[in-house]
C-alpha cells in the first residue's frame, strides 16, 4: 500500500536554527498537509497545498513557517528560526481528488532546545 | 467553523469489555467523519471513515462507529477490549467545505485497557 514518508523521524535543534522538515507524499495525490501535534495535545491544522501554492493556512502558520514542493516528489516544510514553544510531532499527509483519501505520515518529532 | 468534541480525555475498561469512545461535530452539513488510533510515538493510523451510504461503518481491529445525524455524532465502539487497544484515539472531520478540505481534529481520547 503506498505510504507517506517523513524524514527525519527525529530532529534536535537549538533555538533560533533553521529546520527543514521532508516529505514524501503518495505520487498521484493532489492536495498536501501539515500538521502539527504539540506533546499531550490535539493534531492542529497548518497549512495545505494544491496545484504549487498554498490554499489554506491557520493562525500558527506564521511567517517563521514556509512550505515548498520543489520537485514534484518532496513537500517541506521550514522553520526559520525555531522557538521552544515549535517542539512537537509534525505530521505530513496528502489525498487524492477524493475526500475520504488522506493518507498520514509517521510523523517528525522537533524538539528545539 | 468546524468542531469536534471528544467526550471523556481518559477512558479506562477491563479486558474483554465494551470500549465506547464518544465523538460529536458541529457542521452545517454532514461531514465526512473519520477515527484515527495514535500508539505511543507513532503516526496516525486510519480506523474507519464515513463518507455516505450505510451510518454503521466497521474499520479494523474489530472497531466500528455509527453517524447519526440528528445527533450529530460519530461514537466508536468495539464489543471487546484488548490490551494492545491501549492507545489515543481521534476523531476528525472534513466539512467538504472551502477549497483545502483539510482535516478538524478533536482533542483526543487516551485508552487504557486494564488486565
Known amino acids: 500500500e503506498p505510504e507517506v514518508t517523513q524524514t527525519p523521524s527525529h530532529q534536535v535543534t537549538q533555538m533560533g536554527q533553521e529546520v527543514i522538515l521532508r516529505c514524501v507524499p503518495i505520487s498521484n495525490h493532489l492536495y498536501f498537509y501539515w500538521y502539527r501535534q504539540i506533546l499531550g495535545q490535539k493534531v492542529e491544522f497548518l497549512v495545505s497545498?494544491?496545484?504549487?501554492?498554498?490554499?489554506?493556512k491557520s493562525e500558527i502558520f506564521d511567517d517563521q513557517f514556509s512550505v515548498e514542493r520543489p520537485d514534484g516528489s518532496n513537500f517541506t516544510l521550514k522553520i526559520r528560526s525555531t522557538k521552544l514553544e515549535d517542539s512537537a510531532m509534525y505530521f505530513c499527509a496528502s489525498r487524492p481528488d477524493s475526500d475520504d483519501g488522506y493518507t498520514f505520515g509517521s510523523g517528525t518529532r522537533l524538539t528545539v532546545v | 467553523a468546524q468542531s469536534v468534541t471528544q467526550l471523556g480525555s481518559h477512558v479506562s475498561v477491563s479486558e474483554g469489555a465494551l470500549v465506547l469512545l464518544r465523538c460529536n461535530y458541529s457542521s452545517s452539513v454532514p461531514p465526512y467523519l473519520f477515527w484515527y488510533v495514535q500508539y505511543p510515538n507513532q503516526g496516525l493510523q486510519l480506523l474507519l471513515k464515513y463518507t455516505t451510504g450505510a451510518t454503521l461503518v466497521k474499520g479494523i481491529n474489530g472497531f466500528e462507529a455509527e453517524f447519526k445525524k440528528s445527533e450529530t455524532s460519530f461514537h466508536l465502539t468495539k464489543p471487546s477490549a484488548h490490551m494492545s487497544d491501549a492507545a489515543e484515539y481521534f476523531c476528525a472531520v472534513n466539512p467538504l467545505s472551502g477549497s483545502a478540505r483539510q482535516l478538524t481534529f478533536g482533542s483526543g481520547t487516551q485508552l487504557t485497557v486494564l488486565p
Open positions: 497545498f494544491y496545484n504549487n501554492e498554498i490554499s489554506e
